[in-house]
């Protein structure tokens, strides 16, 4: 049974964490709200740009000339996985969910006798994918002095991307990150981004091409492919918020019942002890 | 004077602008364009420019560095990787602009086409009087 003065700190030292927790969840909200607003800012450019881009490709695509960002390499043995995780933890199952996506897709290539290279963006997926993957890891993003997520951020990562593979160091990149649902939903999502695969777009009007369809859709798949990196860090951003928002409020929760179960069992042990000294001032007095 | 087409110019980050304009013209990758009401549909690629929209509320320009242009019959879509207001231009940002262009222009593929923005960029500070 441990004493009154125990009790007592463990009831002070709960309630602080709940202080701290909610705090948690009251910056993740209002962050969250930015995180939303980014992304759908972001929205009409992606849109447009993959409407663009999938009447071009579907146009362009089946020729011999097409880029090789659109047609591919010929091959699918090397494969880059780019893993996009959270700077910091204390966020739910977020980063557990994308590793674990990853995780799976990595061992199936390599099953399937690929080469498996991997890319991590953000601290936590490297930690835990560094166990088991620490031969294939070709890279690392460190997003911890981002304040405000940009496009130039994005825009670095598809450089880098795209120089490995002009260099002929990878034939198949793959993203990894969380669409955002809602605050308690976020999907773990495997995207390929090189070779460029669209929706097939509907047949767009007669365009006039200015210079040439191969030359815009040369200059614009490198641009698709920070777009569609943007878009999923801008994703990945949002679902981050709302994974601690609700990892927050769970804990803040489980502190409230936890400071209700100790406030009881201090109530009861204090009672107890009274009684207890009463009992002996009583039996006491009756001995005299 | 002729009728209005639908311009948007959005930019990765956010929508700039979305009116109804008389007349835009384009810095386009082949020359520079005007597109009006009943314009021929067109995709081009944009150099680094300046791009001026015509509105019921005045003339507007923005300082774009590349991205492409759709123009339909109704409607002109501008998607620029950075558009700035013209008002907006300092020549801190325009030394930033070159600088990341530089940056490009180190790890790009076609080295013709990056010297030439290059090259565009550095005139349009010129002609910006920085």
Same mark, same amino acid.
């Given at each position: 049974m441990p004493s009154l003065k125990d009790l007592k700190n463990k009831i002070a030292s709960v309630k602080n964490t709940r202080k701290i927790t909610k705090a948690m969840q009251m910056v993740s909200a209002a962050k969250l709200r930015r995180a939303q607003d980014a992304a759908e800012a972001a929205r009409p450019y992606a849109e447009r740009m993959n409407a663009v881009m999938g009447g071009l490709a579907a146009s362009v695509g089946s020729s011999a000339s097409a880029p090789r960002l659109l047609a591919g390499t010929g091959s699918t043995q090397v494969q880059l996985l780019v893993v996009m995780t959270s700077e910091r933890g204390l966020c739910g199952g977020f980063n557990s969910t994308i590793v674990r996506l990853a995780r799976a897709k990595a061992h199936e290539l390599i099953a399937a006798g690929k080469t498996v290279k991997i890319l991590t963006v953000g601290k936590k997926g490297r930690e835990q994918l560094r166990r088991d993957f620490a031969a294939n890891m070709v890279g690392h993003v460190d997003m911890s002095e981002v304040k405000r997520l940009g496009y130039a951020n994005a825009q670095a990562i598809a450089r880098d991307v795209l120089a490995r593979f002009e260099a002929g160091e990878c034939d198949v990149v793959t993203i990894f990150y969380n669409r955002f649902q809602s605050v308690i939903s976020q999907i773990p999502t495997a995207q390929q981004i090189?070779?460029?695969?669209f929706e097939a777009g509907a047949a767009t009007a007669l365009y006039d091409y200015e210079p040439s369809e191969e030359a815009i859709l040369a200059d614009l798949l490198p641009r698709g492919v920070a777009t569609q990196i943007f878009t999923a860090l801008l994703e990945n951003g949002a679902s981050e918020q709302g994974a601690r928002m609700s990892a927050m409020d769970n804990a803040t929760r489980n502190a409230g019942e936890m400071i209700t179960k100790y406030t009881t069992i201090y109530n009861r042990s204090r009672q107890a002890a009274i009684t207890k000294e009463l009992i002996e001032i009583i039996s006491g007095a009756e001995a005299l | 004077m002729a009728g209005t087409l639908q311009f948007d110019l959005v930019s990765p980050e956010r929508r700039l602008a979305s009116v109804a304009a008389s007349e835009v013209q384009i810095p386009g990758a082949d020359g520079d364009l005007t597109a009006m009401e009943g314009h021929a549909p067109t995709i081009t690629t944009l150099r680094p420019g300046v791009l001026k929209v015509v509105s019921a509320e005045g003339a507007k320009s923005f300082v774009v560095t590349g991205g492409f242009a759709e123009i339909s019959a109704t409607g002109v879509s501008v998607l620029a990787e950075r558009a700035v207001p013209v008002e907006e231009l300092t020549p801190a $940002?325009?030394?930033? $602009?070159?600088?990341?262009?530089?940056?490009?222009?180190?790890v790009a593929? *076609?080295?013709?086409?990056? *010297?030439?923005?290059m090259? *565009? $960029?550095v005139a349009m500070r010129a002609a910006a009087g920085f």
């Open positions: 090189i070779p460029a695969k | $940002l325009m030394d930033q $602009l070159i600088a990341d262009a530089s940056e490009a222009t180190a593929v *076609d080295k013709d086409a990056a *010297d030439k923005s090259a *565009d $960029l």
